[in-house]
């Protein structure tokens, strides 16, 4: 229901001239694009402050993408749609890393980074992670793993597989010091993963071997298919 009113407010905002509409048609579909006129933004930018209050709008707009990130974070690797609003947003997302909340804020940087990585500039995401890991370190172990395995990505991306598998390494013991047996699984993955790319099979499926039993012992049917598929690959 607020989907379709937010929707509905939208088109009629677009019908008094206030609103750009584009239509994107894309793999999942047409999609019907938003977006302010420069004087509607500049009027908006000028009124809005006096009205609701600069905090309150910047609290609004971090909530605001801090979805829209997660959503990406999600999603970039199946749907067309999300890699095409990560570009389309990217100067806002960029923006609003400053207007979030501060309990979050880490987690908003480490998703941010990883999405830039994805879409291709690695050292604009490099360094959204940096600072992400700078406030998890210490704080957070499962956010930490998490950080340290996006940054081995981009460095095993970038053709530095010493670097990723040492990032690995710090990823696994921060898994294993908290029993998480998932991020374990998953960093184990990742490990083989370079092995067998820089033609390291033996080592690569002696370390799917180690992620096979844990993927079954979690439940994860989806991590266990990949786990046997990656290891008849090797």
């Known amino acids: ?3 379709e009113q937010t929707t509905a407010q939208l088109y009629t905002l677009w019908r008094r001239g206030l609103l750009v509409r584009e239509e994107e048609t894309l793999r999942e579909g047409t999609f019907a694009l938003y977006r302010t006129l420069p004087t509607v933004r500049l009027f908006a930018q000028h009124y809005l402050p006096q009205a609701l209050g600069v905090e309150a709008l910047q609290e609004r707009m971090g909530r ?6 997660r959503f990406l974070y999600n999603e970039l690797d199946r749907k067309t749609l999300a890699a095409y609003l990560a570009r389309r947003c990217r100067v806002d997302l960029e923006a609003a890393a400053a207007w979030i909340a501060a309990d979050e804020r ?24 940096e600072l992400a890991l700078e406030l998890a370190q210490g704080k957070d172990q499962s956010l930490e793993s998490n950080v340290l395995n996006n ?13 990723a598998l040492e990032l690995y390494a710090q990823s696994l013991n921060l898994d294993r010091a908290a029993g998480d047996r998932t991020g374990e699984a998953t960093t184990l993955n990742n490990m083989a993963l370079v092995y067998d790319a820089t033609g390291q099979p033996g080592k690569a499926l002696e370390l799917y071997a180690q992620t096979l039993p844990i993927v079954r012992e979690v439940g994860n049917r989806a991590g266990e298919a990949t786990t046997l598929n990656n290891m008849a690959g090797v």
Request: hydrophobic share 50%.
């Open 64 to 69: 605001v993408m801090a979805d829209t990130v």
């Open 106 to 129: 880490a987690w908003y940087l480490n998703r941010l980074g990883w999405v830039l990585g994805r879409l291709g500039d690695r050292q604009a995401g490099l360094r959204w992670l």
């Open 151 to 163: 940054i081995a990505g981009v460095y095993s991306d970038t053709g530095q597989p010493a670097k």
């Open 1 to 3: 229901a607020l989907q």
